[in-house]
């Protein structure tokens, strides 16, 4: 799993192009633009959400999960829930934000397996709920190879 952190769009769109093998023409006719922008498109770091939609249906690959796995993991929830705008402000859909992909329980786990963090520092850092990575821990069969811990 790439770092999101250091989230690179054009690099990832590129590395998509590539496992599906796409024909270059294809793509071309099929965002109506020439080989020259997409090539800028693979070198930049951000793009148009209308752009990106049309990348994720002909990729059929959700590239704004990405955004969203950057959020669950980057953005403290605090800053949610201090937010002026509160459910009840709004007109817009509202999503709940800890719903965790296998791919980020992955993640998280090896990172503890591999000893690159420790439980503490994935509860801090992730602000993934202890409850909750004991839950995963379980589920994986790990708890017995982790101290408890103690905060």
């Given at each position: 799993m790439q770092h999101l952190k250091d989230i690179h769009m054009g690099s990832l769109i590129r590395q998509r192009v590539i496992e599906c093998e796409l024909d270059i023409l294809?793509?071309?006719?099929?965002?109506?633009c020439d080989?020259?922008?997409?090539?800028?498109?693979?070198?930049?770091?951000?793009?148009?959400?209308?752009?990106?939609l049309q990348w994720s249906k002909l990729l059929?690959?959700?590239f704004f999960r990405i955004y969203s796995q950057h959020l669950i993991f980057y953005a403290p929830q605090a800053s949610f829930k201090n937010n002026t705008?509160?459910?009840?402000?709004?007109?817009?859909p509202q999503f709940r934000k800890n719903i965790y992909t296998k791919e980020m329980i992955d993640f998280i786990i090896d990172l503890i397996q591999?000893?690159?963090?420790?439980?503490?520092?994935?509860?801090?850092?992730?602000?993934?709920?202890k409850t909750t990575l004991y839950k995963w821990m379980n589920k994986y069969n790990l708890s017995e190879n982790f101290e408890k811990v103690n905060s």
């Open positions: 294809r793509i071309c006719n099929f965002l109506k080989e020259k922008a997409i090539d800028e498109m693979y070198v930049s770091s951000s793009l148009d959400c209308d752009l990106l059929e690959y959700d705008s509160t459910s009840a402000n709004t007109a817009l591999t000893n690159r963090k420790t439980k503490i520092q994935v509860i801090r850092e992730y602000k993934i709920p």
